[in-house]
Structures are given as structure tokens and as C-alpha cells.
């Protein structure tokens, strides 16, 4: 269900319009961890295990596309222990029009929902062809807002050091990771396929005020060596560092990219990302580094074109300004 409303007001179930033809979709994720139940050393069928995941779903009335469950065995099964796991997998329950679209309470029973879902799948049993197998299932912290804010508490009150306080004030997170969007849904048209600063930026004004801004390839989510994976081509995803003007701004922003996909008109694909906040002080450090940098580096002659690697991580400053006006280069 779209909607016209802000990011401030928006309902869990509401899809949220951006620029460049992007769209926020909700979603409801689920990680999945396969174990065995029996003595058997017979092989996984992933696809008897989605069709019974499936058709055990459908019991509940929720539905959902094969597309939307992955399951990937581990390497080696027989050689694992017997209390390892054999798979593990995600579910994408994209379908959620059965839900109350009145904003009275919406969010308390969409909350209420989903502990319910996972109250019903967490420890069944399946039984593929005479194996069993035990199931079990969380929500993911990157899809769980509260989980996130109750982290970054516990990291400022106990963290220790000066990682929670800065110049004698509680420090807050202001800081998003973005990780598994496509490069070019934020390059420039007809001009590269590589992301663009200034697209993103554009983009994710949408979701509150940026006071900085970072956006690189990244080629690592997903990966693990002792998964069955697939060939990843690089350069085709990024990985995109917001940070906003205040912890308010932040706080409003990540609620909204909790539990949605990133979605492009007139394209089928659904962009199923991964969202945290910035545990790294990616910014801070980089300044700091910058600093130390420019104390212990030699004067450079002029003309040089050297560039520090921590300086992409300086302000970003828009080729334009609020009045859509090109910033003039001389004053007149």
C-alpha cells in the first residue's frame, strides 16, 4: 500500500516513495537455521524444505512465492557434528494487505503479528521424505528497531572508555550502514554505472536532514566460505554511510528502513538490504585520521594531486543549494 504521508508518520504496512523512482516496500524478514532431529545422514533437499515451509505458511494464511524463501546448505554436511546446522536461509513475507490499515494501534498489532509468526515456526519439525529436521527462526536485528536502540543504549552505559560520552555529553548514534542496494539504482543516468554522491544524497533527503555522507562498491555481503554460495559479480552492489544532522533524524530515518526493500519502477527486482547503525565511528575516526595525517605528513610541492583515503569521508557539500541554484564559483 502506497502512501503519501511523511517518513515522520509512516505506518509499518505503507510504502514510502523516493526519488530517482524508488520506493521503500514493507517487508517482514526471518532468518532460518536448519538442524537435525534424527540419527540420519541423508542429504538436505532444499526443495522439499521449501515447499513444506511453504505449504505450513499457507495454514496461517500467509502466502508466500518460492522466490521469497532461500534456503543454502552448508558444505561438507556429513562431515559436520551433529548438533551444527545442515542450512540456514531467509524468508520474505511481502503479502501483508490482511493486516489493519487504520493508524489506531497498527504498529502494536503488526508487532504483535510477527511474534506470533515466529512463535508458531520457531521448533517445528519437518519430516522430508522420512528425515527430520527442527527448524528454527528470529527476527533479524538489522529488521528490528528496538533490538538496535537497546544495543547502542547498552554500548554508551557500558561500553566503556570514551566510546559512549564525547567532550563530557552522552554520546548518541547519528550514523546509518546501508549494505546490499544496487550501484547503479544510485548512479547518474546515461553517465555511469557507479554510485553517485550526489544521487544518494537526493535520495535519502527524502528520510531526514544529512549532515554527511559516504557511498562505495561493496561486494561482501552475503559471502561465507562455508556456505554452497553462489558466484558474486562484482561491482554490482554498494555500500552506503548516512550520517545525519542529530540523533532525532537518525532515529527517524532507520525506523523507516527497518523492515522495508528497496524496490525501482518499472524493475521486478526487490532489493532486500541490510541496515545497522555505525558501531565504527566511521566519520569520527576518519577525521581524527585526516588530523593525524596532515600533522606527520610532509609538505607536498605544489601542484601535487595526493589525496588522503580518509578524505572521502569528509562533508559533502551539494553542487547545489536549497533553491535548486548552481553554487557560484566568484563572487560578482
Request: charged share 35%.
Amino acid at each position: 500500500m502506497s502512501s503519501n504521508r511523511s517518513s515522520d508518520s509512516l505506518l509499518p504496512t505503507e510504502t514510502l516513495e523516493l526519488d530517482s523512482g524508488l520506493s521503500l516496500v514493507p517487508r517482514f524478514k526471518l532468518n532460518l537455521t536448519v538442524h537435525r532431529s534424527d540419527a540420519s545422514v541423508k542429504p538436505l533437499d532444499e526443495w522439499q524444505l521449501k515447499r513444506s515451509l511453504i505449504d505450513f505458511l499457507k495454514t496461517s494464511s500467509v502466502i508466500v512465492p518460492e522466490e521469497d524463501l532461500h534456503i543454502r546448505k552448508f558444505k561438507d554436511i556429513t562431515k559436520r557434528k551433529r548438533e551444527d546446522p545442515v542450512a540456514r536461509g531467509k524468508l520474505f513475507i511481502r503479502q501483508l494487505g490482511f493486516l489493519p490499515s487504520s493508524s489506531e494501534d497498527q504498529e502494536k498489532k503488526f508487532n504483535e503479528w510477527q511474534k506470533t509468526v515466529v512463535a508458531k515456526m520457531n521448533g517445528i519439525e519437518l519430516s522430508l521424505v522420512g528425515v527430520k529436521f527442527k527448524l528454527s527462526v528470529e527476527i533479524p536485528q538489522s529488521d528490528d528497531f528496538e533490538a538496535m536502540r537497546k544495543e547502542w543504549e547498552e554500548n554508551s552505559a557500558f561500553g566503556g572508555g570514551d566510546r559512549g560520552h564525547f567532550r563530557g555529553r552522552k554520546r548518541e548514534p547519528d550514523t546509518i550502514v546501508l549494505r546490499g542496494v544496487p550501484s547503479r539504482w544510485f548512479a547518474e543516468t546515461r553517465v555511469s554505472s557507479k554510485p553517485s554522491m550526489l544521487v544518494t544524497h537526493t535520495i535519502f533527503s527524502a528520510i531526514g536532514k544529512i549532515r554527511n555522507l559516504d557511498v562505495a562498491e561493496d561486494d561482501g555481503l552475503g559471502k561465507d566460505p562455508e556456505e554452497d554460495d553462489e558466484d558474486i559479480v562484482p561491482g554490482l552492489q554498494c555500500k552506503i554511510v548516512v550520517r545525519f544532522d542529530n540523533h532525532t533524524e537518525f532515529c527517524k530515518a532507520l525506523k523507516v528502513l527497518c523492515g522495508r526493500s528497496l524496490q525501482k519502477q518499472g524493475s521486478r527486482l526487490k532489493a532486500d538490504y541490510e541496515v545497522s547503525w555505525d558501531k565504527d565511528d566511521i566519520f569520527r575516526n576518519a577525521r581524527s585520521q585526516t588530523e593525524e595525517n596532515s600533522r606527520s605528513m610532509p609538505k607536498m610541492p605544489a601542484g601535487s594531486n595526493y589525496r588522503s583515503e580518509a578524505a572521502r569521508y569528509q562533508p559533502y557539500v551539494p553542487r547545489y543549494s536549497e533553491n535548486n541554484t548552481r553554487s557560484k564559483r566568484f563572487k560578482e
